[in-house]
């Protein structure tokens, strides 16, 4: 297969985070680049310096950021403007250099609505624990707050950072957050990188919480199928992989970086095949 010719033309998209070592960006977003024949590039580089690479993309002219973890916050400070559905979650996993102006997007919360809706569950009315308060974590909250859960309550390992999350969210929808369910969660949402290659044989959540007829998801997507969905599975949990919400959360972002229609059969298929392969 003949690599394509990149000229001075072509305009450079990449993937920031740390550890960037496992991304499946590349693989993905390459794969609709070829099949869409735009004159992109998309590379991965590992930063330490969020400010740095927000610095760097407006010296070099680079097209657009993906964004990962630990960069989905500390990037704001540095951009120019923010897209609604940054401005609600406080949360950027997408950044778009149009001519200079740096606009701040999160495609994860749109994404994982749609790949829970793949999987059958709807999440109006559930009762939702969410482990972790990140940046994926507040973007999927806030969609979870659009699509009218129930109330949510949060495991988190950076207590501030869980008050800050409950506060925004309880602003725009006063008593949604609260510190314990009323009964079992009706859905479980890993949305921290616990489980994630290579701490592959972590669980973030006790065993004893998992019960049937619950709604699993794990946004992890490395591996494919983590020791949690496993778990769950095993007990009679409906389970959702992270591999639907990747893939449609790049194709969202694929769109904003080109602005043209993402091939998304194709990206759900280049993930799932690539993480499969690597699983054996």
């Not at 559905?85 to 609505?113: E, F, H, M, Q, R």
């Not at 974590?137 to 950072?161: D, K, M, T, W, Y």
Request: aromatic fraction near 4%; hydrophobic fraction near 45%.
């Amino acid at each position: 297969m003949i690599s394509p010719v990149h000229t001075a033309l072509t305009k450079t998209l990449a993937v920031i985070g740390n550890p960037i070592e496992h991304s499946m960006s590349p693989l993905i977003h390459g794969a609709a680049i070829a099949e869409t024949g735009v004159d992109f590039s998309y590379v991965a580089y590992r930063v330490t310096d969020a400010a740095e690479a927000v610095r760097a993309m407006r010296a070099l002219g680079i097209r657009g950021f993906s964004v990962t973890i630990p960069h989905k916050e500390t990037v704001i400070p540095h951009l120019d403007r923010l897209d609604e559905s940054a401005k609600g979650c406080g949360s950027v996993n997408t950044i778009v250099n149009d001519n200079g102006t740096l606009t701040g997007y999160t495609t994860d919360g749109p994404g994982a609505v749609a790949a829970l809706r793949a999987g059958g569950v709807d999440p109006a009315e559930k009762r939702v624990l969410i482990v972790g308060t990140g940046g994926a974590a507040r973007a999927i909250s806030f969609a979870l707050l659009s699509e009218g859960v129930s109330c949510i309550a949060f495991q988190a390992e950076v207590p501030a950072q869980a008050a800050r999350l409950a506060h925004d969210l309880n602003a725009a929808r006063p008593g949604v957050v609260v510190d314990r369910l009323p009964s079992p969660p009706d859905l479980l949402v890993n949305a921290s990188p616990v489980g994630m290659h290579p701490r592959t044989d972590a669980l973030p959540v006790e065993r004893s919480l998992l019960r049937s007829g619950m709604a699993v998801f794990d946004i992890v997507y490395n591996p494919i199928r983590t020791l949690l969905l496993k778990e769950a599975e095993a007990l009679g949990c409906a389970t959702i992989d992270g591999a639907g919400m990747f893939a449609e959360q790049a194709a969202l972002q694929f769109e904003l970086f080109t602005g043209r229609p993402a091939p998304r059969e194709l990206m759900r298929r280049t993930v799932r095949d690539a993480l499969l392969s690597r699983q054996g």
